[in-house]
């Protein structure tokens, strides 16, 4: 492979929870390298196939698992680090998989698309991370980072830096402005939501060393999957019999509903066991209709469709009154109208623990309210409207702006990967 004159060495690699890019600087070009076709983003999903131990990824990934190809889909893998999950193993395709093995497996083929599309081969990368892996403790954070760092040793990367990613997001609006600005970016991802409160210009980018224009950085593990999770379990898993009845009176057991509307737990809901329960519920429920369309999502395996019918809900919500979803693949019996107020309702005390997070930054940093020239908005999540309003509400004098919510991050990485690496 040939080098491009003046690009950098190492490449920036946004592993997201919901999707990933890889950015890249050389001169006069996007930051971003294609990843699926000319697409700049790969969703973080893989698909093993039950009959010849194929596996896919991306959208191709998702587009077999919806076209009804036997197999195991996983998605929200970022999720798996820093919890206990992260030493154990699913199985997929008859074969036991350490999770571990897992992300190396998604990570390597991120790296080697990124590596394919940029015509040159990275043994080094800065790597984006929340600002807290886990909320609260510090050991399992470690922990978390340490376990990420050796999953990218093993797809061949021998050099690894970590940024902060609402940090890289702060250096990508940094090369689109032309004067100093005090800056808050609210990166909203698939899994945590992370803070920082940057001193950005035109004469600060050029420095290796930023940690004095950085006044505070903080985050809660709080991000989109959350937001389908809490539209699911308010919204759709009534109709599926979550809140009703047993005859003895005693309410039907959770535990199914809330596997079944978290991204990573989904597979557990079709465990012998868990089968097991939902017959017997069934039999004693006082709503059997609603329980006969759990049993038919379990049994012909449909939580993740149904968990993307939410996600696309949650996604229509945030631009528009009311969302229809039909859920008669399911055999439930009427279409189904989300509104928004059922939306905000769901997750008004998520959005109000994020808005206690950015106070507590701002006190952190010792920055009043009105100090705030900006606030950047990045981040698939951060379009939520009841959000955005928690937000302006705290920052009422900060002009907003959109950046790409889904490149930002990577595009970032790749500025910080050409000033710890350098160029060729």
């Known amino acids: 492979m040939t080098h491009v004159r003046g690009a950098a060495q190492a490449c920036g690699i946004d592993f997201g929870t919901s999707n990933s890019t890889v950015g890249w600087s050389r001169p006069g070009q996007a930051a971003l390298l294609a990843l699926e076709g000319d697409k700049l983003t790969l969703p973080s999903v893989v698909f093993f196939h039950a009959e010849d131990s194929v596996t896919s990824y991306g959208r191709a990934a998702l587009a077999d698992y919806l076209s009804g190809d036997e197999g195991r889909l996983m998605r929200s893998l970022k999720s798996l680090l820093g919890t206990s999950l992260m030493d154990d193993f699913t199985e997929v395709a008859g074969r036991v998989l350490p999770f571990r093995e897992l992300l190396a497996l998604f990570i390597g083929e991120l790296k080697s698309r990124a590596e394919a599309s940029a015509g040159q081969s990275f043994s080094s990368a800065v790597l984006g991370r929340p600002v807290f892996f886990v909320d609260d403790d510090p050991q399992a954070d470690t922990v978390a980072e340490n376990t990420l760092a050796e999953i990218a040793r093993a797809t061949g990367l021998r050099h690894i830096e970590f940024q902060y990613e609402p ?12 004067r100093e600005e005090l800056v808050l970016v609210v990166d909203i991802g698939g899994g945590t939501s992370d803070f920082a409160l940057v001193r950005l210009g035109p004469e600060r980018a050029g420095k290796l060393e930023r940690k004095d224009d950085i006044l505070a950085s903080g985050g809660v593990h709080i991000g989109g999957t959350d937001f389908d999770k809490h539209l699911s379990l308010a919204g759709v898993m009534p109709l599926l019999g979550l ?14 509903y809330f596997n079944l509307a978290t991204w990573h737990t989904i597979n557990q809901a079709y465990t012998r066991k868990a089968w097991a329960q939902i017959v017997e519920v069934t039999r004693e429920g006082s709503e059997p209709e609603k329980l006969q369309v759990l049993q038919n999502l379990v049994q012909q395996k449909d939580g993740h469709w149904l968990a993307m019918q939410v996600e696309l809900a949650k996604i229509s919500l945030s631009t528009a009154p009311e969302a229809a979803m039909d859920l008669s693949r399911i055999g439930a019996s009427k279409e189904l109208l989300l509104q928004r107020s059922i939306f905000d309702e769901a997750i ?10 950015v106070n507590q930054l701002l006190r ?61």
């Open 167 to 178: 940090i890289a997001a702060a250096f990508d609006y940094e090369s689109q402005i032309s």
């Open 243 to 256: 809140g009703s009845q047993l005859k003895s009176g005693l309410q039907v057991p959770s535990s199914t």
């Open 348 to 357: 008004g005390p998520l959005v109000g623990r994020i808005g206690v997070t």
């Open 364 to 424: 952190d940093a010792g920055v009043a309210a009105d100090q705030v020239d900006t606030v950047f908005f990045t981040g698939g999540s951060s379009g939520v409207p009841l959000l955005r309003l928690r937000v302006g509400e705290l920052l009422p004098k900060a002009q907003r702006i959109e950046g790409d919510l889904f490149g930002s991050i990577g595009a970032g990485l790749a500025i910080d990967a050409a000033r710890k690496f350098g160029s060729h």
